[in-house]
């Protein structure tokens, strides 16, 4: 995924030094390259290279460039390797037409034969420079910008959005198909961006727009139209009330672990908004449906197999959690008019959830209802029902708070509707869910507390250590995942997340002496565990603990630092708050081996691509 941003001044020239500032907001959608193209008395300045934001701005002086109006793009790479010259933005053919694009165009090597067979002067393999060739083309035949901009998109397929200029007119233009977009209209500019955060710096008044749906920037307006007629439309701004400082570090040295710092805060927050929201329809919804998936991918996936648990355990409600990616080949001819398909993505604008949303609606197979963190996501504007996450912006591209939220939604869910079909009588329900309002924010702030130290120990005993195991038995097999995936995710160690009675089905045989597992527990099924404890124990591996404190499995752990304990509570609120020592955990130990967790390498917060 990358990120665009555009923004047309009415009477300023430093719109270098503002496209960095607000594009440096989009760095977690990807920071393999940077560029910022400037237009000054209709002349664009173009400056790209490979890098963060921060490297490309002090060494070609992004924040200097003059002008009124410009784009600006971050990139992750996916058709062409992060070289300067497949960064953006791009030219057209000539150094006329300016622009980049965020998504995937799957027609790419298709049409880059096309029209480098028609004489266009392609100099990139990047599929965001054919963008501004298609704008190129079509304006050789119509003179006009804005149907250039319209017909340009019937070259072009696949999952896109981008914006274009013209270096002798005022305007800016972008277009919306099939990734995020949202326009901004502040005093003395107007901005479009792939994102809020990088619009928040100017405005909190904002325009969300929808697919196939491009706006045109002018230093007074945003005009939004219908892509397929040029209809304009009459969309009226709204004001954000997303807070600008989630952007900010506030204080901590790296994003990822103010965002675990603000999960107490999270767990007030999400079970506020959904209890205020009438969660009824929602839970009707997953009642009457004849079958269920919860699709997601990444620390949503991690989530969702928890949650998975939580409707078995407390609503005696089947639910199949699903990969996205994996949905089509395994689940798609398994849907009904009566299925429910339960989209959970924090962006709302993960490719490969949006697959299945569009697959469902597209074949009219049942119904979605998705649960997301970005307002004005498509996942949003697209699903037939949507519960928010109320997180706030989440940076870091390794997922810590999103993934809290969603788990303490499926606790909250699952308990309400166990209520609703008598699995768990009304007593147990309210007591769960007083539990989760009450209980589990002073928990979660003890436990991040109580092993901030010991995970920082820790980790400093794993940094030469190649790879790993996670393990978690019933309600923690998501925590293990999650756990497993955070190690891969940040500290590079090769870390698998799996289930503690599949462990002796072959993956024991990595067991050697000293060799680390760590098992995440629950005080309801310890008893169990200490069978797979044993089973690594007695061939000399290491055993770390992540759990309550039991004097049973206290013979296991070699050195008090390889018990990860969490605050006593229950066997509900074990697997929420055992997810912490290992967000901990993955957190100090890449940043003793010099790695930025909020922005590791190959890696972007959300992936808007196949
Ligand atoms: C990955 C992110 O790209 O996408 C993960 O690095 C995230 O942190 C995953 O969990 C899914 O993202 P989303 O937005 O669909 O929840």
């Given at each position: ?305 928890v949650?998975?648990y939580f409707?078995?355990r407390l ?92 788990s303490?939604?499926?606790a ?20 769960f869910?007083?539990q ?7 928990l979660?702030?003890?436990t ?23 393990l978690g038995y019933g309600l923690t097999d998501g925590v293990a995942?999650?756990g ?15 289930y503690s009675s ?17 098992f995440i527990t629950t005080t309801e099924d310890s008893w169990m565990i200490i069978?797979h404890i ?11 603990i992540v759990g309550e404190r039991e004097?049973k499995l ?10 990860l304990e969490v605050p006593s509570s229950s066997p509900l609120l074990n697997p929420l708050l055992d997810v912490i020592p290992l ?28």
């Amino acid at each position: 995924m990358c990120g665009i941003t555009g923004i047309v001044g009415r009477s300023r020239n430093d719109i270098g030094r503002i496209l960095v500032e607000c594009s440096r907001k989009l760095t977690y959608r990807g920071y393999d390259s940077v560029g910022v193209a400037a237009v000054n008395n209709g002349k664009v300045d173009l400056r790209k290279n490979v890098g963060t934001v921060d490297a490309v701005d002090s060494e070609l002086g992004l924040s200097e460039m003059i002008g009124d109006r410009g784009i600006a793009q971050l990139r992750w790479a996916t058709y062409g390797a992060p070289t300067i010259i497949n960064a953006q933005p791009h030219f057209g053919c000539e150094e006329v037409f300016y622009g980049a694009h965020n998504g995937n165009l799957h027609n790419y090597y298709e049409y880059r034969k096309e029209l480098v067979e028609t004489g266009h002067i392609v100099r990139s393999e990047n599929d965001g420079e054919l963008c501004v060739h298609a704008v190129d083309k079509y304006y050789e035949s119509t003179g006009d910008m804005f149907d250039a901009v319209r017909f340009s998109t019937r070259d072009l397929k696949g999952a896109f959005a981008f914006a274009v200029g013209r270096a002798d007119e005022p305007e800016i233009y972008a277009v919306k198909m099939g990734s995020s977009l949202v326009a901004g209209i502040a005093e003395n500019d107007t901005i479009v961006s792939s994102d809020l955060p990088s619009i928040l710096p100017l405005t909190n008044n904002v325009l969300y727009l929808q697919d196939s749906e491009m706006v045109v920037l002018t230093p007074d307006e945003v005009k939004v139209y219908r892509v397929e007629d040029g209809k304009q439309l009459n969309r009226i701004p709204e004001i954000s009330n997303v807070d600008a400082r989630a952007a900010e570090k506030g204080g901590y040295p790296h994003f990822m672990l103010k965002e675990i710092h603000e999960q107490p805060q999270i767990v007030r927050d999400v079970m506020g908004l959904i209890q205020k929201s009438k969660p009824e329809k929602w839970i009707q919804m997953i009642e009457d449906a004849s079958s269920r998936y919860l699709v997601a991918c990444g620390s949503s996936h991690n989530a969702g197999i928890v949650g998975t648990y939580f409707f078995n355990r407390l609503a005696g409600v089947p639910i199949t959690p699903v990969i996205g990616g994996q949905f089509e080949p395994m689940c798609g001819n398994t849907l009904t008019d009566e299925s429910l398909c339960i989209l959970v993505s924090q962006s709302g604008e993960t490719k490969d959830i949006l697959n299945v949303l569009n697959h469902v609606r597209n074949n009219n197979l049942g119904k979605t209802l998705g649960i997301l963190n970005v307002v004005g996501s498509t996942l949003m504007f697209n699903a037939d029902s949507y519960i928010p996450m109320a997180c706030g912006y989440e940076i870091s591209v390794p997922a810590t708070k999103t993934y809290y939220s969603q788990s303490v939604i499926f606790a909250y869910l699952a308990t309400r509707l166990g209520e609703r079909n008598g699995h768990l009588d009304s007593q147990e329900a309210k007591q769960f869910i007083h539990q989760l309002e009450n209980e589990l924010p002073i928990l979660t702030q003890k436990t991040i507390d109580k092993t901030g130290i010991l995970t920082k120990d820790l980790a400093r005993t794993l940094m030469d250590t190649p790879d790993l195991y996670c393990l978690g038995y019933g309600l923690t097999d998501g925590v293990a995942r999650e756990g497993a995936l955070k190690i891969k995710e940040i500290c590079y160690n090769h870390c698998e997340g799996m289930y503690s009675s599949e462990f002796k089905h072959g993956p024991l045989s990595i067991v050697t002496d000293g060799y680390p597992v760590i098992f995440i527990t629950t005080t309801e099924d310890s008893w169990m565990i200490i069978n797979h404890i044993n089973e690594v124990a007695c061939r000399g591996g290491r055993t770390i603990i992540v759990g309550e404190r039991e004097e049973k499995l206290e013979p296991y752990v070699a050195n008090t630092i390889d018990y990860l304990e969490v605050p006593s509570s229950s066997p509900l609120l074990n697997p929420l708050l055992d997810v912490i020592p290992l967000q901990l955990l993955s957190y100090y130990l890449s940043v003793d081996k010099g790695i930025n967790p909020d922005l590791p390498r190959n890696l972007s917060k959300t992936l808007t691509v196949d």
